[in-house]
């Protein structure tokens, strides 16, 4: 009869840690603020810092216990924020982000360090889905639509490939008319 008291009573207190604590619950969303569009040029990449709110959370060390703390077979002392075994301590864990894209063809996107960075591959626009991932909080998902322009020296090589032949018409027309002469 006192064990069933005992698992009630932790019941009732992780419960009240986990409602009452001012913690995340699973419908507490990531807050991720990022660009609504990015132009790059093609060849060249461009950066975007990914700064998710909350960047990281203190996760209890997987014991390999569902239960809760207090709770047979976990009975290790204080649970974690969301009342999950931390028998082994906490740990911080980082959000974890997903890329999805609509194009690969047009541009290539990864994520390192907490920054997107985009590679423009070809000219065109494709949507960059970001869903930023966090044990205990609703995902976070944000779509960017990315432009990537024709390389920026084909703008210079079009008018300088007119000027190099310009040139080269009046250097053999100017080369004729010394033959000419002579």
């Given at each position: 009869m006192r064990n069933y008291r005992l698992r009630g009573c932790c019941i009732l207190a992780a419960a009240f840690l986990f409602l009452f604590s001012g913690r995340a619950s699973a419908e507490t969303p990531i807050v991720l603020p990022v660009k609504k569009s990015i132009t790059v040029d093609a060849g060249l990449s461009q950066t975007e810092a990914l700064r998710a709110s909350p960047s990281s959370?203190?996760?209890g060390v997987d014991c390999g216990m569902a239960d809760m703390c207090g709770i047979d077979p976990c009975t290790c002392g204080s649970p974690d924020a969301w009342?999950?075994?931390?028998?082994?301590g906490t740990?911080?864990?980082?959000?974890?982000y997903l890329i999805t894209v609509?194009?690969?063809?047009?541009?290539?996107?990864?994520?390192a360090n907490g920054t997107l960075i985009v590679k423009g591959l070809?000219?065109?626009?494709?949507?960059?889905?970001?869903?930023?991932r966090l044990k205990h909080y609703a995902d976070a998902v944000q779509t960017v639509r990315v432009t990537v322009q024709p390389p920026y020296y084909l703008f210079w090589l079009i008018p300088g490939?007119?000027?190099a032949a310009a040139a080269a018409f009046f250097f053999l027309r100017l080369q004729k008319k010394r033959k000419m002469k002579n």
């Open positions: 959370a203190a996760l009342g999950h075994c931390a028998c082994n740990k911080k864990t980082p959000v974890s609509s194009n690969p063809s047009v541009a290539r996107v990864s994520v070809s000219a065109g626009h494709t949507d960059v889905r970001v869903t930023a490939v007119v000027v």
